[in-house]
């Protein structure tokens, strides 16, 4: 059985395959050659664990219709993305592109110094694909600029709304004769139902109501307490309130919330391995039908109630509203970012910075954007009504689309303006009926986009900062873990922030705040 279907979809990737060069020629006008004769420029990729394969498909599709081949000399790509660019900047001098994950922070730094080009007037003479989306969002594009007002990187700009919500299992409700929870009292009830209830059936007292596979994620239910976890798709990060810089880890709400988490683990309802489980403990909790609720990703979490129709009967794992809090706020305080501080810089020392813009702006064009989030034409999708729609080889793969993407040298974060209707394709229903479930009220908060430091200020947040962060993680784990007591240490542990150096470093972000954003 396994065998016939492996060799029907090799069967339609090769018709797929074919189809490729019927298509051809429609792209072999040259209009997206930048330069007239071949060029090579040289670039630093940095992708963290993804190692940058010059050889992706995606890359020599994009070498064809434009003439430029990049040359990797990506320094250090297995380790600490700011470690390499720090060495790539104090050692062997720049690449004429440096591009890919971590780069907001470093680019903004060294940019204003000199080490790379400002890309406005670039941008405006050179690139019109970007100029016009930074024309259609400037406050998204100001979000990324350093702190002399200049854009020294080609963002990856992202698409879509909602990231992750919170998920239960429907039929265990059902077995139950619960329904879903509407607060965060509810929520604690149907959790003590999972756990007392047997509702997968089998006689033991073995499941886990609620299971997180990034633990970070447990974190969140401190805003069923109107705690605050971060304010951005980045862990543990600051958030604003009314135009005020705040850290979540300091708020009284997080003092309840993780109160409140500490019980729930003491009783059972979260997964005791919370923090050493890992990230498969998603797919170990679902398909060996043990845990109940979760916090993950739309698409990929829904795709189980596909997964496991078979092998679990009547398996339904359904998207819920974020349960209302104490005060009756209904939160997702997860979602996609607009913008990600990744993408790519043009260095000082690159002698064809138009040709670099024009083939950065490639990647922003009908074809380039088609390349860098559909893959090839003709091979991984085809034009529909003008729309890229992926093969039936691409999904229909065992492998997930997102993965296979990446494995081609699409979707990777290079600066480009990803178009969310890759994911929509293969986001199943139950995913579909989610968001348009959150798409239905008000329940997203605003987003930190984050701020570029100057000197002053990016010399006290390096002073302070990972001790204090540090601290609150610590402090955090040993609550909910129950070795110490939230209640019974806060105020040692506000005097302890506070000697740490966090108004200071709250001060510093304000000031960078209101220089980026005041009006
Ligand atoms: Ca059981």
Same mark, same amino acid.
């Given at each position: 059985m396994t065998r016939e279907i492996k060799t029907m979809k090799r069967t339609t990737l090769a018709i797929a395959i074919s189809t490729t060069f019927l298509t051809v020629p429609a792209f072999a006008d040259g209009h997206l050659m930048v330069s007239d004769t071949p060029l090579t420029l040289d670039a630093h990729m940095h992708f963290g664990r993804r190692e940058y394969d010059p050889n992706w498909p995606v890359e020599l599709e994009a070498q064809r219709l434009t003439g430029v081949t990049l040359n990797n000399v990506t320094v250090d790509n297995t380790t600490n993305g700011r470690k390499a660019f720090e060495w790539m900047i104090t050692g062997t001098g720049l690449p004429d592109i440096v591009g890919g994950v971590h780069l907001k922070d470093n680019i903004n730094r060294f940019g204003p110094e000199g080490a790379f080009l400002s890309l406005d007037e670039l941008i405006a003479a050179h690139a019109p694909n970007i100029y016009a989306q930074m024309q259609a969002n400037p406050?998204?594009?100001?979000?990324?600029?350093?702190?002399?007002?200049?854009?020294?990187?080609?963002?990856?700009?992202?698409?879509?709304?909602?990231?992750?919500?919170?998920?239960?299992?429907?039929? #265990?409700?059902?077995?139950?004769?619960?329904?879903?929870?509407?607060?965060?009292?509810?929520?604690?009830?149907?959790?003590?139902?999972?756990?007392?209830?047997?509702?997968?059936?089998?006689?033991?007292?073995?499941?886990?109501?609620?299971?997180?596979?990034?633990w970070q994620e447990a974190l969140r239910l401190v805003t069923f307490w109107d705690g605050r976890t971060s304010g951005s798709d980045t862990y543990h990060d600051f958030h604003v309130v009314d135009g005020e810089i705040r850290h979540g880890y300091a708020g009284e709400g997080y003092r309840e919330g993780i109160a409140h988490i500490a019980k729930w683990y003491a009783e059972g309802l979260i997964d005791p391995e919370l923090f050493s489980r890992g990230t498969s403990s998603r797919e170990f909790m679902l398909e060996n039908n043990l845990g109940g609720f !979760?916090?993950? #990703?739309?698409?990929?979490?829904?795709?189980?109630?596909?997964?496991?129709?078979?092998?679990?009967?009547?398996?339904?794992?359904?998207?819920?509203?974020?349960?209302?809090?104490?005060?009756?706020?209904?939160?997702?305080?997860?979602?996609?970012?607009?913008?990600?501080?990744?993408? #790519?810089?043009?260095?000082y020392s690159n002698p064809n910075p138009v040709e670099t813009i024009k083939y950065m702006d490639f990647w922003w064009s009908e074809e380039g954007r088609r390349l860098a989030n559909f893959g090839i034409e003709g091979q991984h999708y085809t034009?529909?009504?003008?729309?890229?729609?992926? !093969?039936?080889?691409v999904l229909g793969n065992e492998r997930p689309v997102n993965s296979q993407m990446s494995d081609i040298g699409a979707q990777v974060q290079r600066g480009f303006w990803q178009d969310y209707s890759y994911e929509e394709q293969w986001t199943n229903e139950h995913a579909l009926r989610g968001i348009a479930l959150y798409d239905s009220g008000d329940y997203l908060v605003d987003q930190f986009l984050g701020v570029s430091f100057n000197q002053e200020e990016q010399a006290i947040y390096d002073r302070h900062w990972v001790a204090i962060q540090t601290y609150m993680l610590d402090k955090q784990r040993s609550w909910v873990l129950g070795e110490t007591d939230v209640n019974a240490e806060w105020d040692s542990y506000q005097a302890a922030l506070e000697s740490l150096g966090l108004s200071k470093v709250l001060n510093a972000m304000q000031s960078a705040y209101d220089r980026q954003y005041g009006e």
């Open positions: 406050e998204v594009f100001n979000s990324v600029r350093a702190y002399d007002g200049e854009l020294y990187f080609v963002p990856y700009l992202t698409d879509g709304k909602y990231g992750r919500a919170y998920f239960i299992r429907q039929d #265990w409700l059902e077995t139950l004769g619960l329904e879903a929870p509407d607060t965060v009292d509810e929520l604690y009830a149907v959790l003590t139902a999972f756990r007392d209830g047997d509702p997968n059936g089998n006689g033991l007292q073995d499941e886990v109501p609620a299971f997180f596979r990034h !979760t916090h993950d #990703w739309f698409a990929s979490t829904a795709s189980y109630n596909d997964s496991l129709a078979e092998s679990i009967e009547g398996f339904s794992l359904q998207a819920m509203l974020p349960p209302a809090s104490i005060s009756g706020v209904r939160m997702a305080e997860h979602r996609r970012t607009p913008i990600r501080p990744e993408g #790519w810089g043009i260095s034009l529909v009504d003008g729309k890229a729609v992926f !093969t039936d080889a």
